[in-house]
């Protein structure tokens, strides 16, 4: 059974700060790993699609990192905003072209 | 706005009853997926279509089905409805469907099975 985690489950942090969590996936049949982030009572939104060992993605504040001999990725939050408060999710693509989700980290920016 | 239209918004029915969730995906998008998301569960992959034919398939329950139409909108029918079906029901759609190809998410349906 494929399985991803993500961790923590939740997070708190201070307006200002760096922060940082993990997502760990099966390091057979890689294909690919996406981040997405889902804010309360909206949607899931992408944020980075990730294919290759040692890939670093970057989107403004938020960078993303991926070691598929491991089968970890980390996500990074620079001086973390309240507008960055929202659950951050990964999703591990095998070779059966199958979406795997992970149950997400909750940040929470405390002002 | 992803571009991604579901409809309805919000469904309560009975037990016993059938129901039927509509998506229209992004104008160009060839690819349309169903996601569960139950009360403190994750994303469930249910199943994935391209171009009218179904692709992939996750843990879609024998009483769900779903079908893609020539126009690519898609329906996902729930039937026999028990309390445990009640979740919300995201629709999310891709250009071709592929592995690195990003999903676009509809506003989702919650459905509430009393």
Redesign the interface.
Same mark, same amino acid.
């Given at each position: 059974i494929l399985n991803v985690e993500q961790s923590p489950q939740s997070l708190h942090v201070q307006e200002g700060d760096s922060t940082n969590f993990t997502c760990s996936f099966p390091s057979s049949n890689f294909y690919a790993l996406h981040w997405y982030r889902w804010e309360t009572a909206k949607s899931p939104e992408a944020l980075f699609v990730m294919t290759l060992n040692g890939d670093e993605k970057k989107k403004g504040r938020i960078s993303a990192t991926l070691n598929t001999k491991e089968g970890y990725s980390y996500l990074y939050i620079k001086g973390s905003q309240p507008e960055d408060s929202a659950t951050y999710l990964c999703a591990f693509m095998s070779s059966n072209y199958q979406l795997i989700w992970g149950a997400g980290t909750k940040l929470i920016i405390k002002p | 706005d992803?571009g991604v239209t579901q409809t309805p918004k919000h469904l309560i029915t009975a037990t016993g009853q059938r129901v039927t969730l509509r998506c229209s995906p992004r104008s160009g998008d060839l690819s349309v997926?169903w996601y569960q998301q139950s009360l403190d @569960? +994750?994303? @469930? &992959?249910l199943i994935?279509y391209y171009n009218g034919e179904e692709?992939?398939k *996750?843990n879609i329950l024998e009483r769900f089905s779903a079908q893609q139409f020539p126009d690519l909108h898609s329906e996902l029918n729930l039937s026999s409805l028990e309390l445990g079906d009640s979740a919300l029901y &995201?629709c999310a759609s891709s250009p071709s469907g *592929? #592995?690195?190809?990003? @999903?676009? &998410? +509809? #506003? +989702?349906t919650r459905l509430t099975v009393l």
């Open positions: - | 992803s997926y @569960q +994750g994303l @469930q &992959f994935q692709r992939a *996750g &995201f *592929g #592995p690195v190809d990003t @999903q676009y &998410f +509809g #506003p +989702g």
